[in-house]
């Protein structure tokens, strides 16, 4: 059996009253742990909040993105040893909206992949079609480079790793993949890992994400290669994120 573990992405949501608050509601509720783990992935200037406010507890923390790169001349980047140094376990990456929105290439993903597990962080590595591609029939194509930009690079990155699919089309949309839809990608996407490595991708956690509420997450963690969420909007909902995680505690 493979633990689940939801995550939440706040991207760039937050403040240090409203964190407060969020934290300290999460603390209260499942700061000493519980069957299913849980972490919140945070915007870099409040990683220093975020670690005074959960260090100790059972919640994680960790980072939406990443530099490639270990240091240097580049302005605005943020390293693998930064967020260990602010206590993150977790780090996204490849995001659909870092890799719509700010360009990010599979190979530029992996690349950063292989810096953070480099760092001593868990990659959270995103995959996910667009609505164009599910409708023109490439899903598994599209997921399929996604993924195997990654397994390029060596099976040493992955083995630390956890993924996410992530379909572009149900992220903050409202419109949630059917339970039967986001399990067919997760077991496309285990089957495609078996290829490399049996055994990791039997113990590999694959979280979905995608308008994942309170109302659809039990059905959606109750299948069997779901392993938990990747959470937007309900995550910076105190009652929200926390009815989510009681879902995957099962
Ligand atoms: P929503 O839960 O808001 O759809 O966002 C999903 C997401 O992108 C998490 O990374």
Same mark, same amino acid.
């Given at each position: 059996m493979r633990r689940k573990l939801v995550a939440g992405n706040w991207k760039m949501h937050g403040g240090l009253a409203r964190n407060r608050e969020l934290l300290d509601s999460l603390v209260q509720a499942i700061g000493k742990g519980g069957s299913a783990d849980c972490a919140v992935c945070v915007p870099f200037p409040y990683l220093a909040q975020t670690q005074e406010l959960l260090k100790g507890t059972a919640i994680a923390w960790g980072a939406q993105t990443l530099s490639e790169h270990g240091q240097g001349a580049y302005t605005g980047e943020?390293?693998?040893?930064?967020?260990?140094?602010?206590?993150?376990?977790?780090?996204?990456?490849?995001?659909?909206?870092?890799?719509?929105?700010?360009?990010?290439?599979?190979?530029?993903?992996?690349?950063? !992949?292989?810096?953070?597990?480099?760092?001593?962080?868990?990659?959270? !590595?995103?995959?996910?079609?667009?609505?164009?591609?599910?409708?023109?029939?490439?899903?598994?194509?599209?997921?399929?480079?996604?993924?195997?930009?990654?397994?390029?690079?060596?099976?040493?990155g992955l083995a630390k790793a956890v993924i996410a699919y992530e379909p572009v089309w149900a992220i903050g949309t409202g419109r949630t993949a059917t339970p039967q839809q986001a399990q067919d990608v997760?077991?496309?996407?285990?089957?495609?890992?078996?290829?490399?490595?049996?055994?990791?991708?039997?113990?590999?956690?694959?979280?979905?994400?995608?308008?994942?509420?309170?109302?659809?997450?039990?059905?959606?963690?109750?299948?069997?290669?779901?392993?938990?969420?990747?959470?937007?909007?309900?995550?910076?909902?105190?009652?929200?994120?926390?009815?989510?995680?009681?879902?995957?505690?099962?």
């Open positions: 943020v390293s693998a040893a930064m967020l260990t140094d602010f206590g993150c376990r977790y780090v996204l990456v490849g995001h659909s909206e870092r890799r719509s929105l700010y360009g990010e290439s599979n190979e530029a993903v992996a690349a950063k !992949l292989l810096a953070a597990v480099q760092g001593g962080l868990t990659p959270v !590595l995103c995959l996910g079609e667009t609505l164009e591609q599910r409708e023109g029939g490439i899903t598994e194509k599209i997921i399929a480079a996604q993924l195997d930009a990654v397994t390029a690079a060596g099976m040493n997760h077991a496309f996407i285990r089957t495609r890992l078996a290829g490399s490595d049996a055994a990791l991708a039997q113990r590999m956690q694959i979280l979905y994400g995608g308008s994942v509420k309170p109302q659809n997450a039990a059905e959606l963690f109750g299948m069997t290669d779901i392993d938990g969420g990747l959470i937007g909007g309900a995550s910076l909902v105190a009652q929200d994120f926390l009815a989510i995680c009681t879902a995957a505690a099962g």
